[in-house]
């Protein structure tokens, strides 16, 4: 509860940022509404006034009813394209400022908070959740005053002209919302089913696009358009049957609004051939000012429902990019003066233990390599020190962008340093073929795996890293491309490195300071490489294991 509250304390606190950002569009855009929901107003009184010329029943002229409709006019003009251009700012400015704010606090999360979190819901809040956002909560704002303004001017027009015709239509009034009760629930029942159906069909398709290379492997596309096929009627279907309600409703609100036209125009009649001071023209104009009033009644509670909801995932993002700024602040470590000391270090992930009492002093300057079984805990090992030490991470992700911004990570460097990383971390030959402002493409798809790794080199290299991490790096790479890349990293002087690896090289081997072996969350042996062979124990099986 006390979680909940704070919650909503921060979400308060965080709207009145945004939109005392936006506050000047916002004005301008909500007075520039009423204007526009009050000339409404003002056109269906003038209609009344000119009809009721014609029939002999208003004291006005032509004239000055066209002076009248001629300034309204020129004022509904300015108020329009004030809204034009402060509407649109509004929205810009409050979803710039939304968007920012989750992205600073999403960025300045610590990598072990990160990790433990699903990615897909920072996508969802940038692009679905945003657009309801913006929909329903900020611009929602000025179709209420345009709601407001409209059901109450309207209301008072009504009461002027005629108090008991005004009753009469409330009570007509009650007909179009009445109808729609019955099969109210099961449009919303249909809607849900869609949208879970939605879902369903998505994942289907997601599923199918990323294992093409397997059906095209087997064989499966029949199988595959039958699936398919299935799940889009099935899918097809499910709408069928919200578009069917969705008519019945609108059939039933049609014809419940007829009868509710007819009513009004047979009471507002008789009102006027008995001598209840009605004339023609506020008859013919009360049945429209009816529609300010039955509108706002209509949609208010969806308004209200839908701005509650975006709420909610306003709340739901404050909750998901909430920091822990005393973890952080444990995880700011300066320069490294006397190495990386694991100190009976043990890890355990549900009800797993991963990592078993370590000990172990990484010496500032010296390459080790860790190897070991699948399962032994050598990348949870590499996490561990990620997690308390922060370097910079050696991802192989590359932004689509140029070759300089994907080694600068968008910084301001030297461009003799950041010439001299590239060399280093052996990218010449691509920069002297491309140069620096060519474009990786998406994901990188301009270079190779090669290329992608030694870009990720080079990053560290421009920032002076003292600790490079890697985890199975090159994995994904043939063995000569792995070798190169491997043994350009362990040509680089004065740093510490920490190597993830499951080939077993001999010339590569000899170049660690000390490998570490590892098997069931334990270090059960270290030494160079000549060592270790020459003790004969699990290090020495598991690489005669990898030459067979």
């Not at 309204?72 to 809204?83: E, G």
């Not at 190597?499 to 077993?504: D, E, K, S, Y």
Request: charged share 25%.
């Amino acid at each position: 509860m006390k979680k909940e509250i704070e919650i909503q304390r921060i979400r308060k606190r965080y709207l009145k940022e945004i939109v005392c950002q936006s506050r000047k569009w916002l004005v301008m855009a909500g007075i520039a509404m009423l204007i526009l929901s009050i000339y409404n107003i003002v056109i269906s009184w003038l209609l009344q006034t000119i009809i009721d010329i014609v029939s002999g029943d208003s004291s006005m002229t032509i004239l000055q009813v066209g002076i009248i409709a001629m300034i309204t006019f020129l004022i509904f003009i300015a108020a329009y394209v004030i809204y034009r251009v402060a509407r649109p700012k509004y929205l810009y400015q409050a979803m710039l400022c939304y968007k920012q704010k989750i992205f600073c606090k999403m960025i300045d999360k610590n990598l072990s908070s990160f990790r433990k979190e699903n990615t897909s819901q920072y996508l969802s809040m940038y692009t679905n959740d945003a657009k309801m956002i913006e929909m329903y909560y900020f611009d929602s704002v000025l179709e209420m005053i345009d709601l407001t303004v409209s059901f109450v001017g309207a209301l008072l027009l009504m009461l002027w002209y005629s108090p008991i015709l005004t009753v009469f239509g409330l009570i007509l009034s009650v007909l179009p919302i009445a109808a729609s009760f019955p099969i109210a629930n099961k449009m919303a029942e249909a809607e849900r089913k869609v949208s879970d159906g939605n879902g369903e069909f998505v994942s289907i398709v997601r599923d199918i696009l990323q294992r093409f290379p397997v059906i095209k492997s087997f064989q499966a596309e029949k199988e595959m358009k039958k699936n398919f096929f299935r799940e889009n009627e099935r899918m097809e279907h499910l709408k069928y049957q919200s578009r069917y309600i969705e008519e019945s409703i609108n059939l039933w609100g049609t014809a419940a609004s007829v009868m509710m036209r007819l009513g009004i125009f047979l009471i507002g009649a008789w009102m006027s051939v008995s001598g209840y001071g009605v004339t023609p023209g506020i008859v013919l104009v009360f049945l429209q000012l009816m529609n300010y009033v039955i509108s706002p009644i209509e949609r208010i509670q969806s308004i209200l429902a839908k701005r509650k909801a975006a709420i909610g995932l306003i709340e739901k993002m404050l909750v998901s990019v909430q920091i822990n700024q005393e973890q952080m602040k444990e995880n700011k470590i300066g320069m490294l003066k006397k190495g990386i000391s694991l100190k009976d270090v043990s890890v355990s992930i549900g009800n797993k233990n991963v990592l078993h009492h370590l000990n172990f002093e990484f010496e500032i300057g010296k390459k080790y390599a860790v190897v070991g079984s699948s399962g032994a805990g050598k990348s949870t090992l590499i996490n561990t020190i990620m997690d308390g030490f922060s370097p910079v991470q050696q991802s192989v992700f590359v932004f689509r962008d140029t070759i300089r911004n994907n080694i600068t990570l968008f910084k301001e460097f030297d461009e003799e340093k950041v010439k001299k990383a590239a060399d280093q971390a052996g990218l010449r030959e691509l920069i002297d073929k491309r140069g620096l402002n060519d474009s990786c493409g998406e994901n990188g798809n301009k270079l190779s795996g090669g290329e992608r790794q030694r870009i990720a080199i080079a990053r560290a290299l421009l920032r002076g890293s003292q600790v490079l991490l890697l985890d199975e790096a090159t994995a994904a790479l043939d063995n000569q491309t792995s070798y190169a890349v491997i043994d350009a990293v362990l040509s680089m002087k004065e740093m510490t490195e920490i190597i993830v690896t499951h080939r077993l090289e001999e010339k590569l081997l000899y170049q660690y300071d000390e490998i570490l072996v590892m098997h069931a969350g334990e270090i059960v042996e270290k030494g160079t490489f000549q060592e270790l062979m020459q003790k004969k124990g699990f290090f020495y099986s598991l690489y005669v294991v990898s030459k067979e």
